[in-house]
């Protein structure tokens, strides 16, 4: 069965401070990656996806994540975060149509 | 307004009720999928419909029971719950090939206490 793993459960940050969150699956097949974000009090929605090409993807709000096929791993990045980014982060995969989540990071952002 | 309802937002419940959840989306979709988010857990799947047909529960107890009525509608009975039962239920719509196939669009969510 394929697992996700999210490493970091909760990170605060300053405001305009760099952002990675880990992400790494278990899975030996095609895969697609997802990230998803909720923010409080609203539903999950897609931050950004990868299903094939450039293993660069840009998402919305800045954020962009790495697929390394070789560490399967799809982390995700944002040069400099505002404190509207805090929210909780989702990982995920996609393998024969189950996605399946990671625990998921909460970011706080100190203004 | 994300395509995806749920109704209702909130419930409370004792643990003798019969309650339903309902979830209806409007963007053409083929699958649909009840979650169940509770603190300090991973998002669980509970349940998936492609093509209005079962594919996936995932040793769910009995005390939740799903109906799919059609492409665009999805319930979640529930009965003779228990305290830990209490958590936000997430339904959740996709295709299931083409372009985009895989993502998920999530309701806002029904949050249900059990007492």
């Known amino acids: 069965a394929q697992s996700v793993s999210q490493h970091n459960h909760h990170v605060i940050l300053s405001e305009a401070a760099s952002l990675e969150l880990g992400c790494n699956y278990s899975y030996g097949g095609t895969v697609n990656l997802f990230w998803y974000v909720q923010y409080p009090g609203q539903h999950l929605q897609l931050l950004l996806k990868y299903f094939s090409g450039d293993p660069l993807v840009k998402g919305i709000k800045g954020f962009e994540a790495e697929f390394i096929k070789s560490k399967f791993s799809f982390n995700l990045r944002k040069p400099s975060v505002q404190w509207s980014d805090t929210a909780e982060y989702f990982c995920a995969v996609n393998a024969g149509n189950m996605l399946t989540f990671g625990g998921g990071t909460r970011l706080m952002v100190k203004p | 307004e994300t395509g995806v309802t749920q109704t209702p937002r909130h419930l409370v419940m004792g643990m003798t009720n019969k309650k339903s959840l309902k979830c209806e989306q409007h963007?053409?979709?083929?699958?649909m999928y009840w979650y169940k988010q509770s603190a300090k857990k991973p998002l669980e799947l509970m349940f998936v419909y492609s093509l209005e047909e079962r594919v996936e529960n995932n040793s769910v107890p009995s005390r939740f029971s799903p109906e799919c009525p059609n492409s665009s509608h999805l319930f979640l009975h529930l009965h003779t719950l228990q305290p830990e039962d209490s958590a936000l239920y997430l339904c959740?719509?996709?295709?299931?090939?083409?372009?985009?196939?895989?993502?998920?669009?999530f309701g806002e969510g029904s949050r249900l206490t059990v007492l």
């Open positions: 959740a719509s996709s295709q299931i090939a083409g372009e985009g196939a895989g993502e998920l669009f």
């Open positions: 963007l053409g979709h083929n699958a």
